[in-house]
């Protein structure tokens, strides 16, 4: 199973970026899917993920309000459109899906897409 990420850039504060995520096969219609970030000397944090038939969205806490997952089953695809983008949001996101689970997406239990990079300037 292979996830490609895109529509990572440049933006400047306040502005909006939406990041896209394909899957090689239709895993999406089972599993949870989601998406994670790493800033530079920082760890992997979760961003936010969907449950399998999208009845159920969560979000950290940092980026609720201004970021929202979605999905689409019938095309492989999890979308993650981000608002009101701050420079504590430049990281390179990545997407993942659950091996195992359709509820949220664990870290230690998931495919991972190759990530694509966020930067927000002040």
């Known amino acids: 199973v292979q996830l490609q990420a895109s529509g990572g850039g440049l933006v400047q504060a306040g502005g909006s970026l939406r990041l896209s995520c394909a899957a090689s096969r239709p895993i999406f219609d089972s599993y949870a899917v989601g998406w994670f970030r790493q800033a530079p000397g920082k760890e992997r944090e979760f961003v936010s993920d969907?449950?399998?038939?999208?009845?159920?969205?969560y979000y950290s806490d940092s980026v609720k309000g201004r970021f929202t997952i979605s999905r689409d089953n019938t095309k492989g695809t999890v979308t993650l459109q981000m608002n009101s983008l701050k420079p504590e949001d430049t990281a390179v996101y990545f997407c993942?899906?659950?091996?195992?689970?359709?509820?949220?997406?664990?870290?230690?239990?998931?495919?991972w897409g190759q990530g694509t990079q966020v930067t927000v300037s002040s």
């Open positions: 969907v449950d399998w038939d999208a009845s159920h969205t």
């Open positions: 993942a899906a659950d091996r195992f689970s359709g509820v949220r997406v664990r870290a230690n239990s998931a495919h």
